[in-house]
């Protein structure tokens, strides 16, 4: 099958399409509409018909697949290893269903859930779409905080959780977390659901609020709790962005067309097929976690790998174990996770036998062109990028060896995944930008399958984050991008994220490869600060891949400046070049470039709300006082 047809019929003849796409799923009843697009941006996809997605992820296989395997949950940071086949996973999501229900949730209600990446947590989700109920996973890393903002958002029935998260073997209990978080909530949930692991000694519960799962399920070991069919519309959960650009926004999802999306992207996107296996390296609290650790791999009848720990604990050979212990056939995770990996030895990865690998899928954030290469030299596998976002559910450029594969291009995810319309527009004129000129990449709408309904309890900031910013309606996230002739696209960064340089716009990204190609630069991040001759100037904060004395980071820095003027030109010659120790990112591992911004120009920094590590901030603001 050629791309260009399939995507052809997709774009041209959508409702048609995806009326083929929708039997891969079960309908309990069948749609009466494919598409209604009458109340702009808002779009419905199979009206009327009702589905499940726990049905469609668990129950559909049992006939056929009820002793394969569903999910492995590897952890080394408890050095254990949990596998379910699809009949065990149908009793414990019953069981858990059971037991929320028996707590009073039910169709509509919300469930937050705070847990670490374990099975548990994945069945506590599928419990949720079970019996209808809204499941919003909050990271296990955020603090109090962040869970405390996302409870008052969500207004849950009950909070799931855990009795402790590990990261690098050290034990984080949770209960504290979350007795701090309820008590700065304004719409606290009645009750806590706690599973408990083991790892935080004896469970202090508050009487009346906390329950025992362990105590709990046993009333309900034997329970079989039927499936509620939902209207296709109806959410079925609400997730937040990762907050790289300001406050993080409650992304709501629908059912069948997620679970339609999910059913065509398994086969068409990841190549997998009933009975491989899926590695996907992301945590449940993000995107990719939901879409392609839990109900992707599931609704495909294939097989997820759950994985707890970091990707360099016992040792950097460690995810490939896995991969040869499973026969993994399609592996996804991030360019930061490999940006870690490439700092040690390839033999932790070419010592094992991979050949069930066919795939790496990278997505999240720019991938770098050193990195890139490395990886797929390395694996001896082409690497695919994926460009996404927590709003669209699933990938919105990206190369498609299940259909045909296409030969990669360095800096590029690819093409338009199907369904997808998108154009690149130009900002100051509003029309489409021609091949090779910059432009906004917007989604034509209205959006396909798998996307966004709307902003949970805000029809509003929908409408005006992402269709407000042209004269027609277009959905955009704001970021830069440029096709080719071809029809290959290159995302050059966000569109606050260009610098001003006396005229010439430069994107952060253009600078950051550039930056990044010096072979002793780790990880670069470029920002423009103002400047009273230029208007902006471009400044660098990098880490080095080896431990260094200051004089060799200044000299190091020098040669930073050099090699970006002898591949961009003198005016993109960054004014200061800090070397740090630690880059300020989000928990989801994107570099947080508005907020060192923010120091550079003596601002505040913003929602720092979900800031991976406070010391990295620190060590800006100490390099930003001690100068370049
Ligand atoms: P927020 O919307 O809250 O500011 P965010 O945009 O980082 O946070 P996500 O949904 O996690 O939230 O990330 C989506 C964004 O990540 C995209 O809009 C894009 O800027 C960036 N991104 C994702 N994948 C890629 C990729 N392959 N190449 C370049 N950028 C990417
Ligand atoms: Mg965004």
């Not at 070419?350 to 899928?361: A, V």
């Not at 994220?497 to 670069?524: C, M, Q, W, Y």
Request: proline share 6%; charged share 25%.
């Amino acid at each position: 099958m050629r791309y260009e047809d399939l995507y052809r019929q997709s774009v041209e003849a959508p409702e048609a399409f995806w009326a083929e796409q929708a039997r891969a799923i079960h309908w309990h009843r069948a749609p009466d509409a494919i598409l209604d697009y009458s109340n702009p941006p808002f779009r419905r996809w199979f009206v009327g018909g009702e589905t499940n997605l726990c049905f469609n992820a668990v129950d559909r296989h049992l006939d056929e697949r009820g002793e394969q395997l569903a999910l492995v949950g590897w952890s080394t940071e408890t050095d254990s290893i949990r596998e379910l086949s699809y009949r065990e996973l149908h009793r414990e999501v019953n069981v858990f269903a059971a037991s929320l229900q028996s707590l009073g949730v039910g169709r509509g209600d919300r469930v937050v859930i705070y847990m670490p990446h374990t099975v548990d947590a994945v069945v506590a989700m599928l419990a949720c779409a079970r019996i209808g109920a809204i499941h919003s996973v909050v990271f296990g890393g955020f603090a109090a905080h962040n869970l405390a903002l996302r409870i008052d958002d969500a207004q849950p029935r009950v909070l799931v959780t855990a009795d402790a998260g590990i990261r690098g073997g050290k034990v984080i209990p949770f209960l504290p977390l979350v007795n701090e978080a309820l008590s700065r909530a304004g719409h606290p949930p009645e009750k806590v659901l706690v599973v408990d692991r083991g790892l935080a000694g004896p469970l202090a519960l508050r009487e009346g609020r906390d329950v025992d799962y362990a105590t709990l399920r046993r009333a309900h070991e034997d329970a079989d709790v039927p499936v509620a069919w939902l209207e296709s519309n109806e959410p079925s959960y609400i997730l937040y962005t990762s907050g790289t650009t300001g406050k993080p926004k409650g992304v709501q999802r629908d059912v069948g067309g997620y679970a339609v999306a999910l059913a065509l992207s398994m086969w068409a996107v990841y190549d997998i097929r009933p009975g491989q296996v899926m590695f996907s390296t992301s945590d449940i609290g993000w995107v990719v976690g939901h879409s392609y650790n839990v109900y992707g791999p599931l609704i495909a009848g294939a097989t997820s790998i759950i994985y707890e720990g970091l990707p360099t604990s016992p040792d950097a050979g460690i995810w490939w174990r896995i991969v040869e212990r499973y026969g993994v056939r399609t592996m996804f995770s991030s360019p930061t996770a490999l940006r870690v990996l490439k700092k040690h030895d390839p033999s932790f990865i070419t010592d094992r036998d991979l050949s069930s690998l066919q795939h790496l899928f990278l997505a999240g954030e720019p991938l770098d062109e050193p990195t890139a290469r490395w990886i797929s030299e390395v694996l001896g596998t082409p690497v695919i990028d994926n460009y996404w976002q927590t709003e669209t559910g699933w990938p919105v450029l990206t190369l498609m060896p299940g259909v045909e594969m296409k030969p990669v291009r360095f800096g590029s995810p690819g093409l338009p995944n199907l369904g997808f319309r998108l154009r690149v527009i130009d900002e100051a004129t509003g029309e489409d930008a021609p091949a090779g000129q910059k432009g906004v990449l917007v989604i034509q709408p209205p959006l396909p399958p798998g996307c966004m309904s709307t902003v949970w309890r805000n029809d509003q900031r929908f409408v005006d984050s992402y269709f407000g910013h042209f004269k027609e309606l277009l959905y955009s996230s704001l970021d830069w991008a440029i096709r080719d002739e071809d029809g290959y696209t290159f995302i050059l960064g966000r569109t606050d994220d260009v610098i001003n340089v006396a005229g010439h716009r430069l994107g952060t990204r253009e600078i950051e490869e550039s930056v990044s190609s010096h072979p002793d630069v780790a990880e670069a991040a470029v920002i423009g600060v103002q400047d009273a001759v230029k208007g902006q100037v471009p400044i660098v904060f990098a880490t080095l891949k080896r431990a260094h004395s200051d004089e060799e980071a200044s000299e190091t820095a020098a040669q930073m400046q050099k090699v970006v003027v002898e591949q961009l030109g003198g005016v993109a010659r960054p004014a200061r070049v800090y070397v740090v120790n630690a880059l300020p990112k989000t928990r989801s591992g994107k570099l947080l470039r508005r907020s060192l911004q923010a120091l550079a120009e003596s601002r505040d920094p913003g929602d720092l709300s979900t800031l991976d590590d406070p010391g990295a901030l620190d060590e800006v603001r100490r390099a930003l006082e001690r100068g370049p």
